[in-house]
């Protein structure tokens, strides 16, 4: 099946920039989206159609995708930010999964 | 304002089956699609399907063929997900999620605050 691979973790420091990268074979062909889940909450999508940025998103989160890989920036990270992020895409089959999540620290 | 209320959690036996409502208010239900997520307890999501809210036509993801079943009452904006056969892996929480189109897509806007469904003896 589908596989979408996102690193275990990333950790930077108040004010700095964490990028999360998610790996899929059918990126070049199909968006991604990314979701931020916040300890038992809901997931919230943050950007969708690879670098759009919701209402309501603050401008710090954007995303950027080329040939098989898609990054989620958040510049300036705050510690409120301090979550799970998921990215979410479709196979050619149109089943769409999500990623295997980052786990994001800003301390 | 547009809103996903879900039924609350359950408690059932392997074998048993279960029905988890999710009532949206805020917006025409027959309008945009609607997605169901299940969480397992410290695992990443997991996209079950979509159901066409207008013509009903339900679409299920690879892993969730057989035991699962969407359907819709549109006369009062729900949507339901039935899982029967329970086993104990069938242990999450359960989220529908409304889309901004008809169709699916990767959008999911709204999202119910889920429903913890335990299997267990």
């Known amino acids: 099946s589908y596989e979408l691979t996102q690193p275990p973790s990333v950790s930077v420091s108040p004010g700095q920039t964490a990028r999360i990268t998610c790996s899929g074979d059918?990126?070049?062909?199909?968006?991604a989206y990314w979701y931020q889940q916040k300890s038992g909450q809901a997931p919230v999508l943050v950007i969708y159609e690879d670098n759009k940025r919701p209402s309501g998103i603050p401008e710090r989160f954007s995303g950027s995708s080329s040939g098989t890989m898609a990054t989620l920036t958040i510049s300036g990270a705050q510690v409120g930010d301090e979550a799970d992020y998921y990215c979410?895409?479709?196979?050619?089959?149109?089943?769409?999964?999500f990623g295997t999540g980052t786990k994001v620290t800003v301390l | 304002q547009v809103q996903l209320v879900q039924s609350g959690s359950e408690l059932k036996k392997p074998g048993a089956s279960v029905k988890v409502s999710c009532k949206a208010s805020g917006y025409t239900f027959t309008t945009y699609a609607m997605n169901w997520v299940r969480q397992a307890p410290g695992q990443g999501p997991e996209w079950m399907g979509w159901i066409n809210t207008n013509t009903g036509n339900p679409t299920y993801a690879r892993d969730f063929t057989g035991r699962f079943v969407f359907s819709l009452d549109t006369s009062v904006s729900t949507a339901y997900l039935q899982i029967s056969s329970l086993k104990a892996e069938d242990t999450a929480v359960y989220y529908c999620?409304?889309?901004?189109?008809?169709?699916?897509?990767?959008?999911?806007?709204?999202w119910g605050q889920g429903t913890l469904v335990t299997v267990s003896s």
């Open positions: 979410y895409s479709s196979d050619s089959s149109g089943n769409y999964v």
């Open positions: 999620a409304r889309g901004d189109l008809s169709e699916v897509r990767g959008v999911m806007s709204y």
């Open positions: 059918a990126l070049p062909q199909k968006y």
